[in-house]
């Protein structure tokens, strides 16, 4: 009835890797950024604990596409983030963003553990719109070089895509690999929601 768990190391430190955002402290999803240029964009998503998961998260759900769609997620992703960065540069923060960061963990769980039953379209118009959250919110507070804040912010966003596809591609041979994987992420996006 349950396919095996994967049994290889790696795949086992993948895992448990994953797993780490349900035990990991709780803490604001976007803290603020107290330094600026291309070093702090590119140190942003692998600091924070909503980013890092969120990336990796794309990355996975590319790995739920075929071949020929897995790089529409992390592009969509990427060019929302742009998007909402300059949007967030225009409006400054926006109430509630929080919320929707961590929800945004939620949903993107939602979509690993559901990728079989939902459309490629769905699923994009989802990551499309968190990814504008995101971007919202890194846009907003920050400050001085922000050309090359983003520059740093975009190129470490698209290496955790890469990262969450080649994992994904390596464990989702293994349904319940997905599903401990989307569980992790959704567990890490009900503790940031609680926090």
Request: glycine letters at 14%.
């Amino acid at each position: 009835m349950f396919e095996r768990l994967p049994t290889s190391p790696r795949a086992a430190a993948t895992a448990g890797a994953l797993a780490l955002g349900l035990v990991a402290s709780p803490a604001l999803a976007h803290p603020g950024h107290l330094e600026s240029g291309f070093s702090a964009g590119l140190a942003h998503p692998f600091l924070g604990l909503d980013h890092l998961l969120a990336m990796l998260a794309v990355g996975l759900w590319a790995a739920t596409r075929k071949p020929s769609e897995a790089w529409q997620a992390p592009a969509v992703f990427m060019g929302c983030l742009t998007l909402g960065g300059v949007l967030g540069l225009l409006t400054g923060p926006i109430a509630m963003v929080e919320p929707l960061i961590a929800g945004s963990l939620l949903v993107f769980s939602a979509l690993l553990l559901a990728a079989p039953l939902v459309s490629n379209r769905v699923g994009l118009a989802m990551i499309g719109l968190f990814a504008l959250v995101h971007g919202q919110a890194h846009g907003a507070e920050t400050t001085g070089a922000v050309a090359t804040f983003f520059a740093g912010f975009l190129i470490a966003s698209g290496v955790l895509h890469a990262l969450g596809w080649k994992m994904g591609s390596s464990l989702f041979a293994s349904a319940p690999a997905r599903w401990i994987a989307g569980l992790g992420i959704g567990g890490a996006g009900l503790a940031l929601a609680l926090s």
